[in-house]
């Protein structure tokens, strides 16, 4: 599989759950958020689409709950 293809599963992977779940804010914020924070893991070489889905999502999550780097709402 592409990175392009790992890069967009993770994404769509990270995005539904935050979706389902209520807790995603404003679409350009949570985007750039999540792409950033999967581009981060896949500088140290992690290529696994679901390690790197709930991996954004738990740093989306300690972001929300800190108020100093919170993805707006």
């Known amino acids: 599989m592409s990175i392009r ?13 935050l979706e389902t779940s209520g807790e995603l804010g404003p679409p350009d914020e949570s985007a750039n958020f999540l ?3 999967i581009e981060a893991q896949l500088r140290t070489g992690e290529r696994r689409q679901l390690i790197l889905a709930n991996r954004a999502i738990d740093a989306y999550r300690a972001a929300a709950d800190d108020p100093r780097c919170r993805p707006a709402r």
């Not at 293809?5 to 769509?12: D, K």
């Open 5 to 17: 293809c790992t890069v967009e599963s993770a994404f769509f992977i990270a995005w539904s759950c």
């Open 35 to 37: 792409l950033d924070a």
